[in-house]
């Protein structure tokens, strides 16, 4: 009745304000399924004139309309859907005239239809992958009243879902669209094998769904469908393609509705670009030392820019081409060496670094010694080939030049080079002791009454070392012959000359002769031309002799031996017999090498002595096995196996490269371990352990393998090494917690053994309790039975 009602308000107000054109045109509103008397009056003509005649209207086949005493009437209801409006005219007689104006007649709208679906039983598909509010489909239903009134205001809704799995509300609608998406389950767990048809209860209603409005409903059947929309194979790219550019180098695919497609990541622009059909082009050379692998985000988007898919991942990984030449952190060294160093010192190591890929050959660098100046004498220097480690070829540099320039080239596999210069100074060492000119000077004659002062003679002794330097001072002493002091040596440092001074008064009474023992020494120690080297391997019992030093003495005096340099107490030598032993067992993975001064005195003048040096070199036995190195509890492996992706295993042998150098890594002779798994050496100390299948379920395994030295035979360390397998999401990360080991404890049963061990102690000590209770309770004497007071009950 409201809506009605409504109708006659419109109507009423309509006839009232009757606007009549220049061309008498009249326009009234009347609703439709009137259900009063007929005929119905529908409004006044108020433009006719007083008088008139021959009233008439036409424009009505169906003889709807008709005009009585200048009224329109009405003689049957209208139907809006039928005919939603009339043009009418009106013709009546005046003055012999015919005249006539035009009434149009609108039918006011009902709600009288209800809204019914275009098809009974609609169809769709939904493909897997799809994120959340992304329409796959729309349902579309029709209201035959006015649309622009609320009889034709549709409302969707879903009202039910077969089947409720894997989860009870895996689809919506939009109330307003009629668009079907999915929800946040629907695509967090939309499974076609779990489930690949859903038939879905749908609703529409007029009056924007209000209790009054109308209804139907109907029928839809989605197919779930896989869809091509994953992340495509990593692509390994050459640096410094040819071209000719763009080169295609991978493609995706959405199955279903038109998309488009974008990159996101971190690249320089229109380095990568993707088309309508998905296909991913390279434009322009790569360069794998400014970024050597590219994670690329793939975006798939409806035409209006709505994404409607999570990004795929391509990884693009920049293969090495051997493009950079080995180069040096520094243009020039300097260094020194000895000129007593023997053939094979090492004086410097020269590292010149690449910058192609560090796993292939690119990066091999070969170096070589191309120059010397002074050129003479040659041979005097040589550079390891593969180390860079200079050394010294000749067997002395006595009598060299003060300095050397060389010039050393690096170069890699394909013979791109550089060079650095490297500047060796040859330091003097003393190897050569000073010497008398005479061995014997004077006699000299001296009045007794010469002045304090007085010059007797000079000395000299002649140093070979190298003039001005410390190894060529000298150091005059009176040994003896001088004990009341008359005498004192006065040295000139610029001709290395003594002078021997009177530096008291003479008593020719007293003594009238006096014979002077003089040494001459260089203020630092005299290093020998030539050293002792000794070879003991470790572990040997302690107190064996390792070598046996001799020295010599012109006056056949005895000599005393003693050690200097020997901190840690490691030697001992006999104090006559020069014999050198070990006091402990010696390990070489402590230390490889010590070395020693052996000093030989004069059994009779303490101040004469000569000293050499000894090295011992420790040889070593395989005493050590290889153990593996690091944490690998928090590392894991994807399963499906991606691509290049292992657990690098690290391991250490204490021995030497002779028995140490080489660790070999082997799976455990087990056909399953070795179908699963696989371990690919990386170097002589690191290998790779990766999934030898495409797909391993998610778990923790033991995966056994040995780690064997290169010695012979070798020493072998067994190890269970636990390896977390699990699926990652597009990043690389671990999805799922992995199962527990097999055997191993939980939280639960741990407490539960616990608690259970606790209850049992606590039963033993009450009954221990309880039965020494009963046996110290003893029955009181009468003594004690009279001053215990009595008990009163309350």
């Given amino acids: 009745m409201e809506s009605l009602s409504a109708c006659f308000i419109a109507l009423s107000v309509l006839t009232q304000n009757i606007l009549l054109s220049e061309t008498a045109h009249l326009k009234i509103g009347v609703p439709e399924n009137y259900d009063g008397i007929f005929p119905w009056y529908l409004t006044k003509l108020l433009d006719l004139p007083l008088t008139y005649s021959d009233l008439t ?52 709208d009902k709600n009288d239809n209800v809204p019914v679906f275009l098809v009974e039983s609609m169809r769709g598909s939904v493909q897997l ?37 894997p989860a009870s509300h895996m689809f919506s609608i939009d109330s307003i669209t009629g668009e079907v998406s999915l929800t946040e389950d629907g695509a967090s767990t939309l499974d076609p094998e779990m489930c690949g ?30 869809n091509a929309w994953a992340s495509p194979d990593p692509v390994r790219l050459q640096e410094n393609l040819p071209g000719p550019y763009p080169i295609p180098i991978s493609q995706v695919k959405w199955s279903g509705s038109p998309v488009e497609y974008s990159l996101e990541g971190e690249f320089p622009e229109m380095l990568f670009t993707i088309n309508r059909e998905g296909i991913i082009y390279l434009n322009a050379p790569l360069d794998r030392e400014t970024q050597d692998q590219f994670h690329i985000d793939i975006v798939v988007e409806r035409p209006d820019g709505r994404e409607i898919a999570k990004p795929v991942e391509l990884r693009v990984m920049v293969g090495d081409a051997n493009d950079n030449r080995p180069t040096f952190p520094q243009m020039q060294y300097h ?31 070969f170096y070589r010694l191309v120059g010397q100046m002074p050129e003479t004498p040659r041979n005097l220097f040589r550079v390891d080939r593969d180390s860079g480690v200079i050394t010294v070829q000749a ?19 394909k013979g791109l080079n550089s060079s650095c210069t490297v500047i060796v100074k040859v330091l003097d060492e003393n190897n050569n002791p000073p010497i008398f000119s005479h061995h ?10 010469s002045s304090v002062g007085t010059t007797v003679t000079v000395v000299s002794a002649w140093d070979a070392d190298e003039w001005g330097g410390d190894s060529w001072q000298v150091d005059y002493r009176l040994e003896s012959g001088n004990e009341e002091e008359v005498f004192t040596l006065v040295t000139d440092r610029q001709t290395n000359e003594a002078a021997l001074i009177l530096d008291k008064v003479l008593d020719f009474e007293r003594e009238n002769e006096y014979i002077l023992v003089l040494s001459a020494q260089n203020p630092v120690a005299l290093v020998r031309g030539s050293h002792y080297e000794v070879t003991v391997r470790e572990g040997e019992e302690p107190g064996r002799v390792i070598a046996t030093i001799r020295g010599y003495d012109p006056d056949s005096h005895p000599i005393r031996y003693s050690l200097r340099g020997d901190t840690k107490k490691y030697f001992s030598i006999g104090k006559y017999s020069g014999e050198l032993k070990t006091v402990q067992a010696l390990d070489r993975e402590e230390n490889s090498t010590y070395t020693m001064e052996v000093v030989a005195e004069d059994g009779r003048n303490s101040s004469l002595s000569a000293s050499t040096l000894v090295t011992v070199h420790i040889l070593d036995v395989n005493d050590n096995s290889p153990v593996l190195v690091g944490d690998y509890s928090w590392k894991y492996l994807c399963t499906p196996r991606w691509e290049d992706q292992a657990l690098v295993l690290a391991s250490r042998d204490s021995d030497g490269p002779q028995h140490g150098g080489r660790l070999n890594f082997s799976l455990r002779s087990d056909t399953t371990v070795r179908s699963n798994w696989k371990l690919t050496p990386i170097n002589d100390t690191h290998t790779n352990l990766s999934l030898n299948v495409p797909y ?33 999401n597009v990043r690389g990360n671990c999805r799922t917690a992995p199962k527990q080991l097999q055997g191993m404890p939980t939280i639960q049963s741990t407490v539960g053994i616990l608690l259970g061990t606790l209850g049992f102690i606590g039963v033993i000590l009450i009954v221990i309790f309880v039965r020494l209770s009963y046996q110290n309770s003893t029955p009181p004497n009468k003594d004690c039975q009279e001053r215990v007071p009595l008990k009163v009950s309350l």
């Fill in 57 to 108: 209207v036409s424009g009505d086949d169906e003889g709807i309309f008709g005009v009585e005493s200048g009224f329109l009437y009405a003689l049957k209801p209208l139907d809006r859907e039928k005919q939603p409006s009339y043009s009418l005219q009106v013709s009546f007689t005046k003055s012999m005239h015919t005249q006539s104006f035009t009434v149009e007649v609108c039918v006011i």
């Fill in 129 to 165: 992958g799809l994120l959340k509010g992304i329409p796959f489909m729309q349902v579309e239903a029709l209201d035959r009243d006015d649309r622009n009134t609320a009889h034709a205001d549709l409302r969707f809704s879903l009202l039910d879902q077969i089947p409720r799995i």
């Fill in 197 to 226: 048809r859903y038939k879905l209860s749908v609703m529409v209603q007029d009056m924007a769904g209000k209790a009054n409005a109308f209804f139907s409903t109907g029928t839809v059947l989605v197919e779930v469908t896989g």
């Fill in 335 to 365: 260094t020194v060496v000895k000129e007593l160093a023997t053939k094979g010192t090492e004086i410097l190591t020269v590292q010149a670094a690449d910058n192609d890929d560090p796993k292939t050959d690119n990066v091999r660098i």
């Fill in 395 to 413: 067997d002395s540099m006595e009598g060299t030049a003060p300095q050397y320039t060389l010039t050393i080239t690096a170069e890699d596999a």
């Fill in 440 to 449: 014997e000077y004077g006699p000299f004659h001296l009045a007794e009454d």
């Fill in 696 to 728: 391993l379920p998610p778990e923790v395994y033991i995966v056994p393998f040995t780690i064997s030295d290169s010695s012979s035979p070798p020493r072998s360390t067994f190890i269970n090494l636990p390896v977390t397998v699990c699926p990652c």
